[in-house]
Every structure is written in C-alpha cells, then in structure tokens.
C-alpha cells in the first residue's frame, strides 16, 4: 500500500523557535498533501491542504505566516512552525491523496511537537 | 453547518461484537470512511463506503444509508488490541473530508 513518512517523529523546542516537518510518499507520487493537528481527545482538525507548486489553502482560523507550507514535489511537503509558543505543543499529522477525487487519504505517523 | 455525530466512549467484552453509529450532515457526499487510531498514532484506513449497503473486510463491517445520513462500523470477536478511537470521516461535495470527533472503544477482558 502507500506509505507516508514524517520527520521528525517528535521534536522539543524552545518557545521563540521555528521547526520544520517533512512530509514524504514514498512509493506513490501525491497529488494532494493534507496537514493536521490534533490536541490530546480531541479529533483531527484540518489546517491545510497543498497541491505541488501552488500556494497551500489554510482552514479558517489558521495563520498562514505562522503556519509555512511549502510543497515543492510530488513526494515532499514541509510544514515549518515559526516562533513556536508552548500553545502550538500539539500532535501533527500529514496525509496524501492520489488523483482528483481523493478517495483515500495515506496518513504519515505523525509528528508530537513539545515547545517548552 | 456540517456535522458528524458519534458516541464519545463505548466499551465491550474481548470476544463479543461492538457496533459504532455515526450520523452525518454534510454539504454533498462523496463517501464515508472509517479510520482507527490507537493513542499516540497517526489514524489508519478501515473502510470506505460510498454507495448503500454493508462492506464486510474480515473482522470488520461498515454500512452506510445515505438517505438516513447514518453509517455504522461493526467489530466482531473482538480482540485487546482493537482498544481505540474509531474515526468516522465523511467526504463533502468540495472532497474535503468532514471529521468526527471519534469514538474511545475500550475493550474488557
């Protein structure tokens, strides 16, 4: 099946600091890359949906400067938190999708980001 | 708005069947997928249903009535190991996929 990675699978950082995500299909070339972020009991919310080479789509509510996505292939997606407060301290998952209808979503392990 | 309604916690004996609703209002429909996720873990694919009827993969069963705006997810025999969240996912007429809130399911010895 597809296979979705994420690096790094956990990162702790000072508050103030900006930290970047990758966000790789590896066997399969995605049309569409999603980002989520997920607090603890709570269910995924959608912060962003990229095509390769276009300017990513932010969900309402979600700054585009602090949130920095950048997807520059069919395989790689990054999500760069800048100035990091300990309230963006939160589970963050990508997930691929192939071809227009998005019929499956491949979701990568996940990214556990701590800001002290 | 839209809305995906599913119970917050169900628990169950190991060996026994457990049977998860989900209730969705959704601008268009274009499918509704069931994800598992074990705490700490990203969710993985259980099903997709798009037309009327019950999907059966295994231990696992999903239906849908799309004229009710209902599905159900139906586990059975089961194991310690199908302890988790249980996500029920509806895709929206723009292909975006409405999420709920998931479901806790604890399983008993």
């Known amino acids: 099946g597809a296979v979705v990675s994420q690096h790094p699978s956990w990162v702790i950082c000072k508050s103030g600091t900006s930290v970047k995500i990758e966000c790789r299909s590896l066997?399969?070339?995605?049309?569409?890359m999603f980002w989520y972020r997920q607090f603890p009991k709570q269910s995924l919310m959608l912060m962003a949906t990229?095509?390769?080479?276009?300017?990513?789509?932010?969900e309402q509510g979600v700054e585009k400067d602090k949130f920095l996505i950048n997807h520059a292939s069919l395989t790689l997606s990054t999500l760069t938190v800048t100035s990091a407060h300990p309230e963006d301290s939160s589970f963050y998952i990508c997930?691929?999708?192939?071809?227009?209808?998005?019929?499956?979503?491949?979701f990568g392990p996940g990214t556990r980001l701590t800001v002290l | 708005g839209q809305n995906i309604d599913q119970p917050t916690e169900m628990t169950a004996t190991e060996g026994a069947i457990v049977q998860i609703n989900c209730t969705y209002q959704?601008?268009?429909?274009?499918?509704l997928f069931w994800y598992q996720q074990h705490a700490g873990e990203a969710p993985t694919f259980l099903s997709y249903?798009?037309l009327d009827g019950l999907e059966e993969k295994g231990r696992f069963s999903s239906f849908l009535s799309r004229s009710k705006g209902y599905s159900y997810l139906l586990l059975k025999e089961l194991q310690m190991k199908d302890s988790a969240s249980y996500l029920c996912?509806?895709?929206?007429?723009?292909?975006?996929?409405?999420w709920g809130a998931g479901t806790k399911l604890i399983i008993k010895p």
């Open positions: 066997d399969f070339q995605a049309t569409t």
């Open positions: 990229s095509n390769e080479g276009s300017k990513a789509t932010y």
């Open positions: 996912a509806v895709m929206d007429s723009n292909y975006q996929l409405i």
């Open positions: 959704t601008s268009g429909f274009n499918g």
């Open positions: 997930s691929a999708s192939v071809g227009q209808d998005y019929n499956e979503q491949f």
């Open positions: 249903n798009v």
